[in-house]
């Protein structure tokens, strides 16, 4: 099956711009998802498809995609931001039946 | 505004058999995978599997052999049995609406997400 790989944590200063990387061959098919979980929440939708933010989603997040490599942008970063990111998308192995995540990326806003 | 509401029992002894349910509020039923997620402690999120309303299910490999997802579609709500469960099961789990759409139908290229999810329900395995 296929796999999902993210940088365990990056750290950002408050206001900069921090780009959080998921590398993996499904995203050749797929476009990434990204969630933002904080602790002890549910994972909230942060971008999905080519560049959108569900309702309610600040501008400053934005994602894009090369190859196999997918990203997300937090221009501006604000204190709020501060916590873990997964990307997701099916696995383009096969028949596309199973569901991956990377392994999580943990940012720090300082 | 879709809701989900997921419950079961949060302790289970080794062997037992897990059991959750979440029901759907303020949306169809149809046209979408019913997810089941979870998160040990400190640890990121895994797939444990999906259900369509017409019961069409897909599986985690590594889980297929303890997993059933059903739907009751007349009460809009799917659930999850796990079965033979360890302390390896302790987790929270996440139940969540999920979607795939294709965007470039000439080079087969999709997105896939999950929009809505529930609070989650911690579940602890423990003798």
């Known amino acids: 099956s296929s796999e999902l790989t993210q940088d365990p944590a990056v750290s950002v200063a408050l206001g900069q711009t921090v780009r959080i990387t998921c590398q993996g061959d499904s995203l050749r098919r797929y476009y990434a998802s990204w969630y933002q979980q904080k602790p002890g929440q549910a994972p909230v939708l942060v971008i999905y498809g080519k560049n959108n933010r569900p309702s309610g989603i600040p501008h400053r997040f934005s994602g894009s995609s090369s190859g196999n490599t997918a990203s997300l942008t937090i221009t501006g970063a604000q204190a709020e931001d501060e916590a873990d990111y997964y990307c997701?998308?099916?696995?383009?192995?096969?028949?596309?039946?199973?569901?991956?995540f990377g392994g999580g990326t943990k940012v720090t806003v300082l | 505004q879709v809701q989900l509401q997921q419950w079961g029992a949060g302790l289970l002894k080794p062997s037992e058999t897990l059991s959750l349910t979440c029901v759907v509020y303020?949306?169809?039923?149809?046209?979408?995978?019913w997810t089941w997620i979870r998160q040990p402690p400190g640890k990121g999120l895994e797939w444990i599997g999906e259900i369509n309303h017409s019961g069409s299910t897909n599986y985690n490999p590594s889980l297929k052999s303890r997993v059933t997802i059903s739907v009751d579609t007349s009460r809009n709500q799917f659930s999850l049995k796990l079965t033979s469960v360890t302390a390896a099961d302790t987790a929270v789990y996440y139940c969540a609406r999920a979607d795939i759409v294709l965007v470039e139908a000439a080079q087969l290229v999709y997105y896939y997400y999950m929009d809505v999810w529930g609070k989650g329900t911690t579940v602890t395995v423990s003798s």
């Open positions: 997701n998308s099916r696995d383009s192995s096969g028949n596309h039946r199973d569901v991956v």
């Open positions: 303020g949306g169809s039923f149809s046209g979408y995978y």
